[in-house]
């Protein structure tokens, strides 16, 4: 089993800047692949934004040139900085993990709120 606690949502003004983190714990050697995911009210979830254990990392289109995804292996911890906010980012925002292979994995966070607005 793997737990994943979130943090560093809020409220911010279009424009700003928030950074959410995600750290795993329980069963784990180490993990292949760590992102991000967001659902908007009355939408899907939608993958933001995922990081390989080796570097490589992908975004949608919707976020690139604002949003950066990080981790910390040795922490097991995932970051997302999102900069230029914009009130279409407004969403929940969920950690996803998968131990083994690509996202999406089995696992994920509680979720974490997000809003822009002025």
């Known amino acids: 089993q793997v737990q994943l606690v979130e943090s560093g949502g809020g409220l911010v003004?279009?424009?700003?800047?928030?950074?959410?983190?995600?750290?795993?714990?329980?069963?784990?050697?180490?993990?292949?692949?760590?992102?991000?995911?967001?659902?908007?009210?009355?939408?899907?979830?939608?993958?933001?934004?995922?990081?390989?254990?080796?570097?490589?990392?992908?975004?949608?289109?919707?976020?690139k040139g604002r949003f950066t995804i990080s981790r910390d292996n040795a922490k097991n911890t995932v970051y997302l900085q999102m900069n230029s906010l914009k009130p279409e980012d407004t969403a929940i925002y969920y950690c996803n993990v998968n131990r083994y292979s690509r996202l999406p994995g089995t696992y994920w966070g509680q979720g974490t709120q997000v809003t822009v607005s002025s």
């Open 13 to 63: 003004q279009p424009g700003g800047s928030l950074r959410l983190s995600c750290a795993a714990s329980g069963s784990i050697v180490s993990i292949y692949a760590m992102g991000w995911y967001r659902q908007a009210p009355g939408k899907q979830r939608e993958l933001v934004a995922g990081a390989t254990i080796g570097g490589t990392t992908n975004y949608a289109d919707s976020v």
